[in-house]
């Protein structure tokens, strides 16, 4: 049965197509220099390429009500979100470590908020046309970016990494040009705040530029303390305490990226979320065969962004925020102090706990860091697929038995160096006298079994451009539950086949 809007508005709870007069928008209620409200310019026959279930659910919404026209058109920008005031929001940033000024959102456009049963969200468009911040860009984004955007969002959720979601990708016909000739999509995006560090950057600069501090820099972090860290507010510098909590999200974000092996790609300050969410996603990419000087981004020429940088590429962004909110603080000393007792802290505690729990160790040792130390010295040595050497181990008994480590033994060119790594990884269980039941199944919740390396991502890609869109289907059921051995999805845990080893993903997008 084709259900019609009336039945999804009667059946639905939700305010998204709620018969208010108007969406909230906490952010709109900023003064109007902040951004621009404009009408999208949407996409022409549009149709839905995939949903995500579980971020329709935030929204109190049914995944299968996005599939009528009505949502569609929304979703391709072309009709309004009842209530919705679209606008896009100016900022500014650094790219590839220089000041690249005013930026903006060139090519998304937030329609409004929707309370979900568990917060509220805002609903964000992006590749619905033109904006006043577009620069040279056509203000599109491609089916094919829009598909990792999308599939990685809801993977990095399901792997309970802090992340902006993906509600749906809606796509059409529209040639839109890159390197080659592709088509336009939308992927409609959801977080509770798209503010970026670059956010701040840009009314600081503003400030420096007419030699007085701009008050949209105050308004600013007055916004985001009153709205997503009240706290703040309670401390005697509430400035100094939004950077301190701005730098502790960013150290546990950041310590969670390096212990799944993920690569953002483009860390950029305008690509920081002020929320410490994983935010805006192009050329990333997981660790395959380790090697901690990986450079995901073709584009990257320099490595800046490489695997081993993100920690100190993260302070670093951390300072150009906190030379923003400078004039706010009033002190150098407090401002750097709120960076440095918020990131490394939770930073090291967070990437000790993480990397703690995909050893499987549960009691502390005196020589747990060296051990830590030299695991990654000799990962990076024998350079094994990452994922699925953590979680092969996850599989093995206490004490090593005729073939029971071949499945990790596999993995490496030499077995000798692979055994006596793992003596010693047994030497550190039984020092603990670890439970081989409970290890595995805490092991199991560790080390995820299934993470979107780029060739599956490529094979969805290509078979998309048929318009077929399964395999997105196939690899979003999968993604959602990495931790769950899922034997259906088997193949999509396999090391990546010969044809991928030449893909190539820049900041084309
Ligand atoms: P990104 O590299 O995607 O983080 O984008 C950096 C800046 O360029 C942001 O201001 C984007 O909005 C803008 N931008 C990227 N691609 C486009 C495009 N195709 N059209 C307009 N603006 C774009
Ligand atoms: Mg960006």
Known sequence: MRMTSTDITDTVQTPLWSKQPSLPN??????????????????????LVAVSDDAAHLLGLEGNALALQEFVDVFAGN?????GAPLAAVYSGHQF?????????????????????????????????????????????????????FLCSEAMAGLGIPT??????????????????????????????????????????????????????????????DTFMPESRDHSSPYASLLREVSRRTGVLIAHWQAV?????????????????????????????????????????????????????????LYALGSALLPLIGDEDVARAAIEEGFAPAYDETFAA???????????????????????????????????FFRGLSHLPNQAAPHSDDAVRDLFIDRAACDAWLATWRDRLNAEQSNEAARRTRMLRANPKYVLRNWLAENAIRKARDKDYSEIASLLQCLRRPYDEQPEFAHYA????????????????
Not at 31 to 40: I, M
Not at 79 to 83: I, N, S, T, V
Not at 362 to 381: G, I, P, R
Request: aromatic letters at 10%; hydrophobic letters at 40%; charged letters at 20%.
């Open 354 to 388: 993480l990397i703690r729990a995909k050893l499987g160790l549960v009691a502390t040792h005196a020589n747990d860091e060296a051990f830590m130390t030299s695991t990654f010295a000799f990962l990076q040595a024998h350079r094994p697929d990452y994922t699925l």
């Open 261 to 317: 092996g993920f690569m953002h790609g483009v860390m950029n300050t305008d690509n920081m979320s002020i929320l410490g969410l994983t935010l805006d996603y192009g050329p990333f990419g997981f660790m395959e065969a380790f090697d901690a000087a990986h450079i995901c981004n073709h584009s990257d020429h320099a490595g800046r962004y490489a695997y081993a940088r993100q920690p100190e590429v993260a302070h670093w962004n």
């Open 164 to 225: 902006t979601r993906a509600l749906c990708i809606v796509g059409a016909d529209l040639p839109v040009r890159r390197e080659t000739i592709e088509t336009a999509a939308v992927v409609t995006r959801l977080s509770p705040s798209f503010v970026r560090f670059g956010s701040f950057e840009h009314w600081a600069a503003q400030g420096v530029n007419e030699n007085a501090p701009k008050p949209e820099l105050k308004q600013l972090a007055d916004y985001v303390i």
């Open 79 to 83: 009709q309004p979100l009842p209530g």
């Open 494 to 509: 396999a090391l990546p086949p010969d044809w991928a080893s030449g893909l190539e993903v820049s900041c084309s997008s």
């Open 26 to 47: 906490t952010f709109a209620r900023l003064p109007e220099t902040f951004y621009t409200r404009l009408t999208p310019a949407g996409l022409p026959s549009p149709y």
């Open 97 to 149: 470590g220089v000041w690249a000024g005013q930026l903006g959102d060139g090519r998304a456009h937030l329609l409004g908020e929707v309370q979900g049963p568990h917060g509220a969200w805002e609903i964000q468009l992006k590749g619905a046309g033109r904006t006043p911040y577009s620069r040279m860009g056509d203000g599109r984004a491609v089916l094919r970016s829009s598909i990792r955007e």
